[in-house]
Structure formats: C-alpha cells, structure tokens
C-alpha cells in the first residue's frame, strides 16, 4: 500500500488567510526554517492505479492537480484514480473538499450514520454530488467493524484490503444541529481508521479527543500511525486572544503535558508514529524551536505535504 | 481601483481534477500552448489596504496566500485586507469559498435575498461563519440600486465607491429548494455588478444566462467589462459524453453563433472587454486555436490568474 500526505495542516492551513501569529509571520516573511502546509489531505492506493481518499480537505482541487499519479490518464480510461473517500466527521476541514469532487464521476463515500445526516441531510449543497451519473454512493461506517474491501476483477480473491471504523468520542462541528447531537450513537461523531492489508497496519486519526483509550492499543500496534498533531498546548489558542477555547474544548489532545499525546503513547510502539493536522499556532511547525525538538526526540515525525509511506 | 484577477477558470477550474477533454489532457501532457486556471475571483481594491471580493472561489485559500497584497500584515494591524464579499449566485463555485473565510474575522457578505436564503437558511455548514465575533454581516442587494461605500474615516467625504446589483435572469443552482425558486424575486437567482469611482466603471458578469439584455448597455459603457466566457458553442458540454445539458440550459450565453455574446456585444463599446469563467473544454484556453484567436480579433481579452488591471 502507497501512502500520499497531500496536505498536512488544520483546518484553515498554514499560513492562516487571515492570521498574524508568530509562526504565519515568520513564514510570510520567509524568516522561518519551516515548509507552508496545506489542510490535512491523506491517499492511500491499495493497488495499482486506484486510489481512495481519507478526508476531503477544502484544499483538494489544489492538492488533485499537483499529484500526478491522482489524476485521471489514459490508463484509467479518462476517468479520476479515485475510488472512494472516508470521511473521519464532518468537520468542514474534513467534508468541503467533496465540492471539489463534484460534476461527472461516481465514487464511494464512506461516513457514520451521524456524519451523513449533518452533509446529506442538513446541507443540501452536498447534493451537487448527486449529479454524477450514476450518483456518488454512500457507504454506512459502523464502529469497530471490520470489512473487506474487493478490488480484484476476480470474485474468489480475499479481500484487496480491510478497514476498520474506531470510534474517537469526539465532538459534533458547531454546525450540527441538536436533532443530529441527540440521535448519533456515541462515537459517531468523530472516527479513526484502522487499515490492513498483507498482515500491515495503518492507523489514522487526524482528530483525537483523549475522551477515550480505546485507540492507543491499535494505533500502537500499527506499522504507521497518522497521529492528531494540531496543538502543542491546551492553551495555545487562548494566547492568540481570538477565542477563549481551550485545545481539549475545540475536542483535540494537545501533544504536551502529563496527559498530553506524548506522555500517553505507549514508549514501546515499534511502528512509525506521525503527527498530522497540525495547527498554524504549534510551535513544532518552527524546525528550530524547543517544541519541534522535542516531539522529534520523543521518536514522532511531523507529517509534511508530499510525504510518501510504503507500507 | 486596482483589480485582481485571481481566477479565471469555470466551475471545476482548469484542468479539472477528473477531467480527460483535449484541453485537460494537452495540459497536463504540456503539450498545449495555453495556462492552468483555478476558479473565478476577483479582487477590487478601491482604497488602499482594503480590499473587496467579487465571487468566493472553490480555490480562495490557495488564491489569497499566492497573494502578498491580500495578506494580513503589520500595516493592517494583524488582519486580512478584505472587507467584503460580493455574490453574484449561489452557485457552488460563486459561494464555497466563503468557508475558506471562516474563523475569527468579520467582513461584509453582500448578496439578494435568494442567494441568502439558500447559503444561510437552507445550508447551515455556512454559519461557520458566524465564529467571527463580531459575526460576518450580511448586507441585502436590491437589484437596479446605486449604493455608495463610505471608507473614509472624514464622514464628511464622498463615496468612496458605488456598486449597483444588475440583474440577469439567469438560474437558480440545482441543490436550490423548491421552496427558494418560488418565493424569488425575478432576477435575484443571478446578478452582475456596476462598479463606479470617479467616472470609471468596472462592470462584472461571469454568468450571462442571455435571457434579458438591459445589461448589454451598462457593460458597453464601462471602461472595463468582466463577461461570461464559459462555453465557445451552445453544444460544447455535450461532445464530452457527460452531460446532456447546453450551455444556454446551463444558463450561459455561448460566445460563439449568430445569438453568441461576440455578435450580440456592440461593436462601438470603447472599453476594455474581458472573458472570464472559461470552462476547462473552451477552445479559446488553447492559445493556437482558430476560436483563441477569433476572439482576440474581435477585440477581447481573456483573463488569466494574476491580470491586474488599473481603472
């Protein structure tokens, strides 16, 4: 399996269209040792010449056209590689980029029953999905099952790959309303992935909210992790003087901390752990910094646009 | 009053990411003499350090960071230049932009009363835009009305600019509810800007349904006109296989035919006329072609990302 990073940062990028901060500033200015980072955007190709898609990041159209190998060719008949998208909530960061994949091409989308009634249900700007011929169709996830997923023209071949649906206990987008908020099992708001093929592991969880445990043995157990790196810390925000909402509050684990990601990732995981959707705030963005530092001697990597894993 | 041309491309832009036409695939080969285009925007500065827009443009994140003016600075006091948004439809490529936008920073939104109800009442994704505090302020456009913008701090001052809503009759998009096609006022699903300053008009349709023509004397009367340049032929989607829809169903005027905007346009309009809009299958994006240059002989410009144009 072929991993693409096509985009690395939260939701509103880095730098921020309307950010000041110490680190947009610095990269503006150009005095900064770090790499602009659009919103995170994870492909993952399980076999030749078809891809799927985890997230949908306002930046997709961008991140498409720069990929070569996710653009449609004369070996995929003219059409795009894409197959499917998982969607991991329904976080505008994680659900506008289906716009971009609006207009004449069916493909799966995979979502909780409480993402889809928030993008189907509630925003029928999403029905532009609907114009593809025969429609996008849609795929129910439910947690801590794990399906087959058959690409092989030949229908007695196992499975091409298996995923995994890991409930995060994370928070509904401010948007939801409150009949969506009441009727969602718990945990359907915000899910991991677990993916395996060939007896290999990939987890990812762009958003973990520390409500739960559950994940750290599979994430620990896997052969790559993509890890929740938005804020280094709970108050990280707080100092930018633009909201008064802590890092745990907007449902993310800051990475520092006795109980922060760092402290609690079990120091014997012998896979490759890698920090994604990381905010324009962290520090870790800065290669010089203290942060940076420490994260990297803790053994983690910080995920970067255009990094490819093979696994 | 600088203006920026940000975007120039259809809905999908160019190429576009599922795309295999003649133009996408000469593109991507490099083989073609022509350029990428990411979707319509455009930009007017009518004051130093404020800026307005003019569309919300799928592709605005990318666009306003590859945009130093654009970008919040020491001189802007930390925020972003933009004080407003102008819509001219609800369409997705005319509106999705605006969740670029969210996040902690107030402006003006100004658009009819349909276009309102179907991004704010019937699509709630779209009160992100209400994290700001103060909230982004909605302003109403009534069609035919000369409005003039004071940004001078003396309230004794003129106007620093006026903008009139025009309307063009063109459609409303398909994810509109019944409910807002019937309760519209004629003209409000679709408009197009008059911009004055100091005897210079700029006047802005990148979407001409043709279905009325009171806009063709205000256009032939600025000093800079912004028009429809979707569709060469009425016929041109349906050679791609992938719809069955014209261009006029599509509600664009084409530029081609004896009906097209090249006959219909006066031919004693003084000012700069400029195609914007251009689909990813228009012959015109290819610089070689006879269409290219029958529009080029016919005295108009076609826009590309990065035209700034001084009025």
Not at 119 to 138: G, K, M
Not at 228 to 252: P, Q
């Amino acid at each position: 399996m072929l991993i693409q990073i096509l985009g690395s940062a939260a939701g509103g990028g880095f730098p921020q269209w309307n950010c000041t901060c110490a680190n947009c500033s610095s990269l503006r200015a150009g005095t900064m040792r770090g790499k602009a980072r659009t919103q995170t955007q994870i492909a993952f190709s399980p076999t030749d010449g078809v891809w799927f898609l985890v997230c949908a990041s306002p930046d997709l159209r961008t991140q498409l056209v720069g990929a070569r190998e996710l653009s449609p060719s004369s070996e995929t008949a003219g059409h795009s590689p894409i197959a499917g998208v998982f969607l991991p909530s329904a976080d505008v960061d994680a659900v506008m980029g289906l716009l971009h994949l609006r207009e004449f091409q069916n493909f799966f989308v995979f979502a909780t029953p409480a993402v889809q009634r928030v993008v189907r249900n509630e925003n029928p700007i999403f029905r532009v999905l609907d114009r593809a011929n025969p429609p996008v169709q849609w795929q129910t996830l439910a947690s801590n099952r794990r399906i087959g997923c058959h690409l092989s023209e030949n229908s007695g071949d196992p499975p091409t790959f298996f995923y995994s649906t890991i409930p995060l206990a994370g928070n509904y987008p401010d948007y939801a309303s409150e009949d969506v908020r009441r009727g969602g099992s718990p945990g359907d708001a915000c899910v991991g992935f677990l993916l395996e093929q060939e007896n290999k592991k990939l987890f990812i969880a762009p958003t973990l909210s520390g409500h739960n445990s559950e994940w750290i043995k599979l994430a620990a157990a896997a052969n790559v992790a993509l890890l929740d790196g938005t804020f280094w810390s709970d108050e990280e925000l707080l100092a930018t003087g633009r909201t008064k909402k802590t890092a745990r509050a907007m449902g993310h684990l800051p990475l520092s901390g006795a109980e922060g990601l760092l402290a609690q990732y079990p120091k014997d995981a012998a896979g490759r752990k890698i920090l994604i959707h990381i905010n324009n705030t962290n520090p870790i963005l800065d290669e010089n910094s203290e942060e940076h530092h420490a994260v990297v001697d803790a053994g983690f990597e910080i995920a970067y646009d255009g990094l490819t894993i093979e696994l």
